[in-house]
């Protein structure tokens, strides 16, 4: 015999759990629906943080900014192509959703920033870790205190609507049995398609043959399936490249290294653009070296401010010299380039001028205390900012412009929010803001 919930949440990242948790909170009998055997889908790999405006722990830190601010860096950031309805949902609702996670111990109150922002508003925990795996695990802390069905290996292969009205799903498991699970809302959480190359080429033939930062089950299934049911889409061909991905491990490093204060050099020795400029301008600038690709190159000062190079640096990826000498020497490197290169930007640092490139953020000091550190870098497909269409209630809509009922999104299946290219931080900010909402909205219409 068929289950029957009230709401049905497809996918396990950020996004899924939010609004399993926020639906849950209002009443709602809920499951979670994972495809893979673990819970965090991609946003697990998640690492700079979550942008947010007009914070308190801005405030606490003296940070004066706007959302206003906020909007109009994220509209500039995605060539003007968002949605600015749900734009100005996110920014609105933004500070709020830093205190949902707060008050379930999920503290964001370190700040960084990211490229092609003016503040320091990417919000992340304390002891400047990665956001993706703190979020997940404090997540999972709320999903497991409230007792929510997780279906881990279980896949819905279709949502199921009749006369109109979406009226459940249907999941095969591990064994691959199918069955039926009723429910009056269905939340699709199930994240972007950048690990499905065929549906990567379809949108842009020329990405053919690039990495990918994702994890393998970001393969767009819920745009198909929501699509099914007349859904329409927006942006699809919208594809971020990340640029700086380290080729052999597909591994992302993070914006936060560069916000922190780390450069970009060429195999020349060179810096070549402004590091903190939007990830679209970055990889184009990479693609165009003569090699295609580039090193972040950092010193022990920045090392210290991120816990995610220790990361890099267990993964065996990092090259490091306690000189810069010696560092050029290991990486093949005009050393004197490279040491005119570093005197040069150490002077900007210290003058808080960048007159080459004009790098206005993150000139956080001089480079110059050893160990230094290069990795390897090149982009590689990292965020779909196209998908599904939906109206600031999260609810899905048709080619029409119509709510198709039942049907809600939240999260990288969903497109607008981000316009042309996503500014780091945006995406937690994104889930995190509307899978609250598509919980709240989707437990209210189980309730009518
Ligand atoms: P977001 O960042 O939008 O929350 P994530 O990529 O973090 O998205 O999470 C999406 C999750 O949805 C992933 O864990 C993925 O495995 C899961 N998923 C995708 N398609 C399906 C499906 N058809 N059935 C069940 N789970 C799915």
Same mark, same amino acid.
Do not use: C, W
């Given at each position: 015999a068929p289950q029957n919930y009230d709401v049905v949440v497809i996918g396990s990242g950020g996004a899924g759990l939010a609004a399993a948790i926020q639906a849950c909170d209002e009443g709602a009998r809920v499951a979670i629906i994972e495809k893979?055997?673990?819970?965090?889908?991609?946003?697990? *790999? %998640?690492s700079v943080g979550m942008n947010a405006a007009e914070t308190r722990f801005q405030k606490l830190k003296g940070i004066e900014d706007s959302k206003e601010l906020f909007f109009e860096e994220t509209l500039k950031g995605g060539k003007f192509k968002n949605n600015p309805v749900l734009l100005r949902e996110l920014v609105e609702l933004a500070p709020e959703a830093i205190e949902w996670l707060a008050a379930k111990?999920?503290?964001?109150n370190d700040i960084t920033i990211t490229g092609?922002? !003016?503040?320091? /508003?990417t919000h992340r925990p304390a002891d400047r870790s990665a956001v993706g795996g703190f979020l997940i695990s404090g997540l999972v802390k709320n999903i497991n205190k409230r007792n929510i069905e997780v279906l881990l290996?279980? !896949?819905?292969s279709e949502i199921l609507f009749e006369k109109g009205v979406v009226t459940g799903v249907k999941v095969v498991d591990e064994y691959n049995d199918s069955r039926i699970l009723n429910a009056k809302s269905v939340i699709v %959480?199930?994240?972007?398609? !950048? %690990?499905?190359r065929e549906m990567v080429v379809k949108y /842009?033939?020329?990405?053919?043959?690039f990495v990918t930062t994702?994890? *393998?089950?970001?393969?767009g299934s819920g745009i198909a399936m929501l699509q099914q049911i007349g859904a329409d889409t927006v942006d699809m061909g919208e594809i971020q490249i990340h640029p700086?991905?380290?080729?052999?491990? !597909?591994?992302l490093v993070s914006e936060a290294i560069r916000g922190g204060g780390a450069i970009l050099v060429s195999q020349a020795g060179k810096r070549f653009f402004?590091?903190?400029?939007t990830r679209d301008k970055v990889s184009a600038e990479i693609i165009a070296l003569p090699e295609k690709s580039a090193w972040v190159i950092f010193d022990e000062q920045v090392r210290m401010n991120n816990k995610a190079a220790d990361e890099y640096i267990a993964k065996g990826f990092v090259v490091s010299a306690p000189s810069p000498h010696a560092l050029a020497v290991k990486l093949n490197m005009d050393h004197h380039a490279l040491l005119a290169t570093l005197e040069r930007y150490n002077l900007f640092a210290e003058q808080q001028?960048?007159?080459?490139?004009? /790098? *206005?953020? %993150?000139?956080?000091?001089?480079?110059?205390?050893?160990?230094f550190y290069a990795i390897r870098i090149a982009p590689g497909v990292h965020?779909?900012?196209?998908?599904v269409t939906i109206n600031r209630d999260t609810a899905v809509l048709n080619t029409q412009k119509e709510v198709i009922e039942g049907a809600w999104a939240a999260g990288e299946?969903?497109?607008?929010?981000?316009?042309a290219n996503r500014i780091g931080g945006n995406a937690i900010a994104d889930i995190i803001i509307f899978g609250i909402l598509a919980g709240r909205n989707a437990a209210a219409l189980a309730r009518r």
């Open positions: 893979m055997p673990t819970i965090g889908g991609n946003t697990i *790999k %998640a111990d999920i503290v964001l092609g922002m !003016s503040i320091d /508003r290996e279980t !896949s819905v %959480a199930t994240g972007g398609f !950048s %690990a499905n /842009r033939p020329e990405l053919d043959g994702n994890h *393998k089950g970001a393969t700086t991905v380290e080729q052999t491990t !597909s591994y402004n590091e903190m400029e001028n960048d007159e080459d490139f004009g /790098r *206005k953020t %993150a000139l956080r000091h001089p480079l110059n205390q050893g160990p965020h779909t900012m196209g998908g299946v969903v497109g607008g929010i981000h316009g």
